[in-house]
């Protein structure tokens, strides 16, 4: 539990040093911690959320009440499709000529950036801070993306698409060595550590995670993509990015392409492959699940 406490603290108290005038941050260390040691299920509009400083009040809130400013940039995605390296690269076109900016976006993570992580204070923190426009990230569907306000204040969504047997590999080995606290919580049951059965619960919408009961990424996808030709929304692929810029990814693993065959059985491929002529047939998205 201390190390816990102390790894976000410090992640807070990195950021904090770079401001004046800042709000206390120990309730939402305090909020991080029990979020991490004591999972709560939290719920807006049939959408669920489960643990991990994700909470679906905060949600509501920001739909609600937070405005971002001018120039703001949100990343949205389904966990593990491209979120971290497309921030990135967002964040060093925005501050790579200032250095104190590159310094404390770096530093940046989880707690801090992602839309439905935290309480209120979160945002009058990010506020606070010696930027003119931030950097940010979601893993909320649509229907709980406030879409008009965050076009009327001018601010910019990048929406990140990636293969979803790459998704399933990279959420499950970055889902296995989080710390978190499995026995006598549903996390057990969510994210096992076991391949075959994260495989299924996966797929069958029961991990909790900003959605609907029994909805998985071609939903979170379907619910994005009427929204890919709005002014504001850029639609971008992983693959594609992979086979055109950087070859180094500030990645939890190496983002590699094809990396779900050294995983998936020719039966989990097969269902995975008719998940999505199921789910996407009326769309023009294809994937690419090798370079």
Do not use: C
Not at 1 to 13: A, G, I, L
Not at 165 to 185: C, F, I, Y
Request: glycine share 4%; net charge neutral; charged share 30%.
């Amino acid at each position: 539990m201390e190390s816990v406490k102390e790894s976000f603290y410090r992640s807070f108290k990195e950021i904090f040093d770079f401001g004046k005038d800042l709000p206390d941050i120990q309730p939402l260390v305090d909020y991080f911690v029990k979020s991490i040691t004591q999972p709560k299920l939290t719920e807006w509009k049939g959408y669920k959320v489960y643990g991990f400083g994700f909470n679906a009040d905060t949600i509501k809130w920001v739909y609600d009440n937070w405005t971002p400013w001018q120039d703001d940039v949100i990343v949205a995605s389904f966990p593990k499709t491209g979120t971290t390296w497309v921030r990135h690269i967002v964040r060093l076109l925005y501050f790579r000529h200032d250095e104190k900016l590159t310094k404390m976006t770096t530093r940046m993570a989880m707690p801090h950036i992602y839309l439905e992580t935290g309480i209120p204070l979160k945002f009058e923190l990010l506020d606070k801070l010696p930027w003119d426009r931030k950097v940010l990230s979601t893993h909320v569907p649509a229907a709980l993306f406030n879409f008009e306000k965050i076009r009327s204040a001018g601010a910019k969504v990048i929406y990140t698409i990636r293969n979803p047997k790459d998704q399933l590999v990279s959420w499950h080995k970055m889902m296995a060595n989080l710390p978190m606290n499995r026995e006598g919580t549903d996390l057990k049951h969510q994210y096992p550590l076991e391949w075959e059965k994260y495989f299924d619960v996966a797929i069958s919408g029961k991990q909790q995670m900003t959605n609907i009961e029994g909805e998985y990424y071609m939903e979170h996808l379907l619910s994005w993509y009427p929204h890919r030709n709005d002014e504001n929304v850029l639609f971008v692929v992983f693959e594609d990015l992979k086979k055109k810029t950087l070859d180094k990814m500030k990645f939890f693993r190496k983002g590699e392409v094809g990396d779900w065959k050294n995983h998936f059985t020719v039966a989990q491929s097969e269902k995975v492959d008719a998940l999505v002529e199921e789910k996407l047939a009326e769309t023009d998205i294809k994937f690419t699940y090798e370079l």
